[in-house]
């Protein structure tokens, strides 16, 4: 066979214009300028934020082929949903340019707002020409994120809502219909967000080509991006509403060594008349075994050892109630101070997010104003409140991630820390093996401090058929279902009556359920 002939372009390469171009700017402006290395920095930023997508979208694509690979067209993954598959594709990808969608909303679009301002102010049209590049490649990072995230959100939502059909009632179809209703609302939110990624690449674009209606465009992106803000917003205030109600009806619980204190009064007391009884009946034993005559002595003194091992036994067995009662009043109060701080937390996560998205919001009403006057460029408050709210949006973003990469990290360093109770732990990650899964961003934790929690919480509130639940006294479990009900994972939020719902508590096939149900109640406000 002869060698195929390779044709050799008569075009030169980007990478061979590029520095021509350069050349040619700088000899026009007269020499290496500030200006001239702005314009090379946002150059730069576009650069590299295009590399980056280029590589989330490799990574993700050597991803979902590996795992084809290792099924090897097996009959059993060719039945499997195709719409699992796509939904995981793109929340693969999704998770993979979500660190390029950060740095561009909390670094790059700031910093082209600043650099677009100046421009305006020294009347620079190279620096304004660069500047509207580089926007134009941070809309369409921030649109591609945001598109396949309306997408996963939209599929998860469809998914969730076959799956509260079919459960119906329970704790299934409660996680379920919540997590159809909040992807749903995550789609909503997604579509608003995309189209107001669209206008700002419009705007973006409008300005590169210096066409007649950049102003109006510029109108537009504000508009968009100030009620996309606003919604964002105003759904943060919804969460944060919904967190605090969730934090006052777990604190009406009150404070389970005070709730209980009357149990464990009747449970110390039973301890001591327990222990007097066995102390008696030794004493009756040791006046029998010295009773003088051997008339019937053999046979009171067999009986005086049958009623002090019985007293004995009884007093075992007070004191071991009245140490599990401690106990699980301990755990009671563990798992009540955690719900509520994640409440918190959430309150302030959403607090600061939503204060971020209404900056926004407000920046964007500022665009749409000056963009009829003397254009948002010149007038230094729209980009001033822009920076403000991507700063605070990317605060919570990167308190989010570190919070997630040190939980991942523990999960496999220290497993015995959140192992279940009685079981075996898995080996423990190296140091580096365990940073290597911190990293892991698109992973999530599944075996955490929420997790051990949610078990514990089940533990107590579960009938006596469950493993370990037996020794619950009545009253610890109806204070443990009590805080299930305030963490609105109660008979009414599963379409179920109470005595259904008790039964529920108390079939072991239901346990695994239950447990998803309660980790995510306490995750969510």
Known sequence: MSTPIRRTSARPSAAVLTPALQRREESRAGGSSPRSTERAFLELQSRVGNRAAAVAVQRARDSSGGRAAENGGAPAAAKKNYRDRIAGLLDRFKKNLEPIDTFVKGFQTPTNAAFTQQAATAANEGLKHSAAASGTSAASGNLLTEAAGTVVSGMDAYKNMKDARKHETGAGHHTAKKKARTKGADTVVGAAGSGSYSAAVAKEVTKIQKAADAAVASEASGIASASVGAIKGMRSAFRVGGAARKYRQVKKLGDPHLVHAGSLARLNESREHANWAAAEAYV??????????????????????????????????????????????????????????????????????????????????????????????????????????????????????????????????????????????????????????????????????????????????????????????????????????????GPAKHKLEPEAWAESLNDPSRSSGWIKEIAEQLASG
Not at 302 to 310: I, M, P
Not at 346 to 355: A, Q, R, S
Not at 431 to 456: I, N, P, T
């Open 284 to 489: 009756a034993l040791d006046a029998y075994w010295k009773h003088e005559g051997e008339g019937g002595r053999l046979e009171l003194v067999s009986e005086a050892v049958d009623a002090a091992w019985e007293a004995m036994g009884e007093a075992r067995d007070a004191a071991e109630n009245l140490q599990r009662a401690e106990r699980d009043i301990e755990r009671l109060s563990t798992v009540q101070g955690y719900a509520r701080k994640k409440q918190l937390a959430k309150i302030g996560k959403e607090t600061v997010g939503g204060g971020g998205e209404s900056t926004k919001a407000a920046a964007g009403v500022v665009t749409a104003v000056a963009a009829g006057t003397v254009g948002l460029a010149s007038n230094p408050v729209g980009w001033g409140l822009a920076g403000a709210g991507a700063g605070l949006v990317l605060g919570v973003t990167m308190y989010k991630a570190l919070r997630a990469a040190t939980k991942r990290y523990e999960e496999v360093h220290h497993p015995e820390r959140w192992a279940p109770e009685g079981g075996t732990p898995a080996e423990a990650a190296s140091r580096g093996d365990s940073l290597k899964h911190a990293l892991k961003f698109w992973k999530k934790v599944s075996k955490g401090e929420r997790q051990a929690m949610a078990r514990e919480i089940y533990a107590l509130a579960a009938g006596p058929e469950i493993s370990g639940s037996g020794g619950t006294t009545a009253e610890m479990r109806e204070s443990a279902r009590a805080l299930l009900v305030a963490l609105k994972s």
